[in-house]
């Protein structure tokens, strides 16, 4: 456990080539990617400098899956972040990213937990390794946003249209994010 609460550790050689430390051999993008799908944090540094890389080769990460068409910040979003980046000291932009990400990740978590205490299958045998291999799943389909995400298991209607009306209180939330950061610029 010790090992999943420090960050992988990834040097850069001055070949640009990028080395996982924990398993020593040479990991691409994608595999840097895939580990923090996978809910590993990670460390890029330069070997020679020791200067650190990570939000350097983060932000590349996103802007290749941007690139290949797997579009996921809207481009009013992409605008207040240029924007935010010409305004002395960064402006507000990042606490307020932090606090959204924090707040869907809060909000995706204590949906789970209601859906989790009206599962009736929770108490079937082998139920736990089922709910990880959700969690697993949904984590990757999600790039790690709802790290305590499991499925309701099957249940009625009733639930069903909960876990819409959550779902749907959500997007409203995540839309007036998006209002009051299109305001602040």
């Known amino acids: 456990m010790a090992d999943e609460e420090k ?3 990834i040097k850069r ?3 640009r ?6 398993t020593s051999d040479y990991v691409t993008l994608e595999d840097i990617a895939g580990f ?15 200067d650190d890389l990570t939000r350097q080769y983060l932000l590349q ?13 809207p481009v009013n979003v992409l605008n207040d972040l240029v924007r935010s980046y010409m305004v002395p000291g960064g ?13 869907l990740r ?10 989790n205490a009206m599962n009736p299958m929770a108490q079937m045998p082998g139920f736990e390794a089922l709910k990880a291999q959700q969690e697993a799943f949904i984590r990757a389909m999600t790039g790690g ?4 995400w499991s499925a309701p298991g099957k249940e009625g209607d009733g639930a069903k249209g909960e876990q819409g009306e959550d779902l749907d209180d959500i997007k409203k939330q995540l839309a007036e994010l998006q209002r009051k950061l299109s305001k602040l610029s």
């Open 106 to 115: 809060d909000s995706q978590s204590k949906l789970m937990e209601n859906m």
């Open 13 to 15: 050689y001055a070949s």
């Open 36 to 50: 923090i799908r996978a809910g590993r944090e990670v460390q890029i540094v330069d070997l020679k400098t020791g």
């Open 91 to 103: 402006g507000m932009m990042p606490q307020f990213l932090q606090s959204s990400f924090d707040m």
């Open 145 to 148: 946003l709802g790290s305590t």
């Open 61 to 73: 990460i996103i802007a290749e899956h941007e690139s290949r068409g797997e579009n996921v910040l």
């Open 17 to 22: 080539r990028l080395y996982n430390t924990e």
């Open 7 to 9: 960050p992988l550790l």
